[in-house]
């Protein structure tokens, strides 16, 4: 995996997943989001139009950072999953715990407003 | 003092034509390093998904399965123990292909995890491996220790 991570002119802390998302590299994800929180970033937007595949340990650093996010009175979006990627948000109901938006744009749009 | 060398995956592929299609029996043996999930799915994704059966869904299915049952037995059963390997072999046969996962670990009781899908739950960061393998593929099943995990899915 590599992710890039920029901010926009609205404020919103923006990660593209390059990849996949597993077991070997989730810290790496965890660990840039927890570094921009402590610098006092407060809008998160995760997005996945070009992620392969994600694991359990995957989903398990996202419902971290989601943890993580709410306690530090942040908010958090992900957007650009595939039907394929979307199907495992249904499958283990975390389409319930998260804000999902069909693109990253949308996702912005939803943080700024 | 030299560091030591990594440890490397091994490969053997057998290919045998039939009158169904070529069957093709896949056995790897894999270092304990999560690093080596990706190739270890890439390599099996590419030796075992030939067929016209074998579309997006069933490719991505079995993608994730397969880094899942790999992640449990590098993390959980060998506990990332480079001195210790996974075996993988993979037997694609006419309208199925079964994946055979094994650790060195003592094994473990699958039954004794439970998914978190209750609302309540769903912050519970771990757990939902074994429930997504049952999900995403047609058939698993475990020996009696519990350190091999055997995958199947059939042609939809």
């Known amino acids: 995996m590599a992710f890039t991570a920029t901010k926009d002119g609205s404020g919103v802390y923006l990660i593209r997943i390059e990849g996949q998302l597993i077991v070997g590299n989730r810290q790496e994800l965890k660990a840039a989001v927890a570094t921009a929180l402590d610098q006092g970033e407060r809008k998160f937007c995760i997005d996945f139009s070009h992620t392969g595949y994600i694991d359990s340990s995957g989903l398990g650093a996202l419902v971290s950072i989601s943890k993580k996010v709410r306690e530090q009175g942040a908010e958090l979006r992900l957007s650009g999953l595939n039907e394929d990627l979307r199907s495992l948000f249904e499958l283990t109901k975390l389409d319930t715990l998260f804000a999902l938006s069909d693109t990253a744009e949308h996702a912005i749009e939803g943080l700024s407003g | ?156």
């Open chain 2, 1 to 156: 003092m030299t560091a030591p060398l990594p440890a490397s995956l091994q490969l053997c592929v057998r290919r045998r034509p039939g009158p169904a299609g070529a069957s093709v029996r896949v056995s790897l043996r894999v270092p304990s390093d999560v690093g080596c999930i990706e190739e270890v799915v890439d390599l099996l994704l590419r030796h075992c998904t030939h067929g016209a059966w074998f579309g997006r869904r069933v490719r991505f299915n079995l993608r994730v399965a397969l880094a899942e049952a790999l992640a449990n037995a590098i993390v959980a059963g060998n506990r990332e123990d480079r001195s210790k390997s996974v075996l993988v072999e993979a037997d694609l046969s006419g309208d199925q292909v079964r994946v055979e996962i094994t650790d060195e670990g003592i094994g473990f009781d699958p039954g004794g995890i439970t998914a978190p899908l209750l609302p309540e739950e769903l912050d519970r960061p771990s757990g939902r491996g074994i429930f997504l393998i049952q999900q995403l593929v047609d058939d698993v099943s475990f020996n009696d220790r519990g350190n091999s995990i055997c995958l199947t899915l059939r042609r939809p």
